[in-house]
Antibody
Framework: QLQLQESGPGLVKPSETLSLTCSVSGGSIRRTTDYWGWIRQPPGKGLDWIGSIHYSGRIYDNPSLRSRVTMSVDTSKNVYSLKLTSVTAADTAVYYC???????????WGQGTLVTVSS | EIVLTQSPGTLSFSPGERATLSCRASESVSANYVAWYQQRPGQAPRLLIYNGFIRATGIPDRFSASGSGTDFTLTINRLESEDFAVYHCQQYGSTPLTFGGGTKVDIK
């Protein structure tokens, strides 16, 4: 069964870069029709889609974050990554890595990791 | 972007009752590409319904959904204790993918 696990620092200082990795187990990251994505949830709030990446490198991202987001896939390690630059307190959230269908529904979710932006 | 509104924010029911949750889109959702997710406290969301009405694998048949265009509904029949949670709707008919603010179903 496919499993996703987020990893990365739980605390990031304002103006610095948030970096997260999602490890995929129980299956290959080279799924031809699916995408790998990131969704975040600020404390007590709803869900926000950050972006999605295909193992080939094709990316769909949220225009609201586009200027600050970089996503990549490492097929040799079966992982994919997120970088969010110039973070502020508004970026404090639980970050989930997800498997999305080609259409965009989130079929599988990691357990999530809380990232707090604070000095 | 398509804005999804879920109201009210909280609904209260007794176990065994039927819950009907609403999700309204600011514009028509292409192909009725709406999904519903359940999120229990401290857990990640899980997919319940996709393409507007199709139950995901392993989801009990007391969960059903319907709708088209801009109005979508999730119905939970015979509420069980494990069903008291937050429910999110999502549209994936166009990018950016967007979610509603969620509806909490709690115990009366």
């Amino acid at each position: 069964q496919l499993q996703l696990q987020e990893s990365g620092p739980g605390l990031v200082k304002p103006s610095e870069t948030l970096s997260l990795t999602c490890s995929v187990s129980g299956g290959s990251i080279r799924r031809t029709t699916d995408y790998w994505g990131w969704i975040r949830q600020p404390p007590g709030k709803g869900l926000d889609w950050i972006g999605s990446i295909h193992y080939s490198g094709r990316i769909y991202d949220n225009p609201s974050l586009r200027s600050r987001v970089t996503m990549s896939v490492d097929t040799s390690k079966n992982v994919y990554s997120l970088k969010l630059t110039s973070v502020t307190a508004a970026d404090t959230a639980v970050y989930y890595c997800v498997l999305l269908s080609r259409e965009g529904r989130a079929d599988s979710w990691g357990q999530g990791t809380l990232v707090t932006v604070s000095s | 972007e398509i804005v999804l509104t879920q109201s009210p924010g909280t609904l209260s029911f007794s176990p065994g009752e039927r819950a009907t949750l609403s999700c309204r889109a600011s514009e028509s959702v292409s192909a009725n590409y709406v999904a519903w997710y359940q999120q229990r406290p401290g857990q990640a969301p899980r997919l319940l319904i996709y393409n507007g009405f199709i139950r995901a694998t392993g989801i009990p048949d007391r969960f059903s959904a319907s709708g088209s265009g801009t109005d979508f509904t999730l119905t939970i029949n015979r509420l069980e204790s494990e069903d008291f949670a937050v429910y999110h709707c999502q549209q994936y008919g166009s990018t950016p993918l967007t979610f509603g603010g969620g509806t909490k179903v709690d115990i009366k």
